[in-house]
């Protein structure tokens, strides 16, 4: 059971939008910037959103992230076949003292 | 342009000990924590272990701590991952990470991960 609670899946057509959610409590989500992640198993992770909102340099404009309270979200616009990959939302926990990461988001392109 | 290669992986039994190193370059080492998080099969994301940037503080998952130990070495810019007591649940693809400690930080930069597999 991840702390930080995602939809194990999601799909849509190419060139729609996709929403991820990502819910936690008031000592990870609530208090600390969220990050988002994509990994394509037998690759190295991806980082797509940091601190909440913010695209690292590379990151295409169609992926964006947003934070409200204890929970955040992850879109993704104009998708492409090459998305199909697994989404993980993650946060420092202050009362954990860890990192903590969603149970991941397999989105599949039909 | 920072790289991340990890290397110590492989097949090993229950109960016993493996070590995992990162090797790291394309920035300054000691200006950065540094994490390892591990993905078993089936199974999402899972944060292991990270690193503050002296090396002075070290903060460890539940299902490792007390068994797998953190460390860096500043002279080689390697991390490093000394697991013990290994059980079969430990079982995953192991990355090592730039970045991680915090509320505001996040994981930039990462390696393409070593794979351990505990079985008898």
């Known amino acids: 059971q991840s702390v930080l609670t995602q939809p194990p899946s999601a799909s849509a057509t190419p060139g729609q939008r996709v929403t991820i959610s990502c819910f936690g409590s008031g000592s990870n989500v609530g208090g600390n910037t969220v990050n988002w992640y994509q990994h394509l198993p037998g690759t190295a992770p991806k980082l797509l959103i940091h601190?909440?909102?913010q695209r690292p340099s590379g990151v295409p404009g169609r992926f964006s992230g947003s934070k409200s309270g204890t929970s955040a979200s992850l879109a993704i616009s104009g998708l492409q076949s090459e998305d199909e990959a697994d989404y993980y939302c993650a946060s420092w926990d202050d009362s954990l003292k860890g990192l903590v990461f969603g149970g991941g988001t397999k989105l599949t392109v039909l | 342009e920072v790289q991340l290669l990890e290397s110590g992986g492989g097949l090993v039994q229950p109960g016993r000990s493996l070590r995992l190193s990162c090797a790291a370059s394309g920035f300054t080492f000691d200006y950065y924590a540094l994490t390892w998080v591990r993905r078993a099969p089936g199974k999402g994301l899972e944060w292991v272990s990270s690193?503050?940037?002296?090396?002075?503080?070290?903060y460890y998952a539940d299902s490792v701590k007390d068994r797998f130990t953190v460390s860096r070495d500043i002279s080689t810019h390697t991390l490093s991952l000394q697991m013990n007591s290994l059980r079969a649940e430990d079982t995953a693809v192991y990355y090592c990470?730039?970045?991680?400690?915090?509320?505001?930080?996040?994981?930039?930069?990462w390696g393409q991960g070593t794979l351990v597999t505990v079985s008898s």
């Open positions: 990470a730039k970045g991680g400690l915090g509320g505001s930080s996040h994981l930039d930069s």
């Open positions: 601190s909440n909102y």
């Open positions: 690193i503050t940037s002296s090396g002075d503080d070290t």
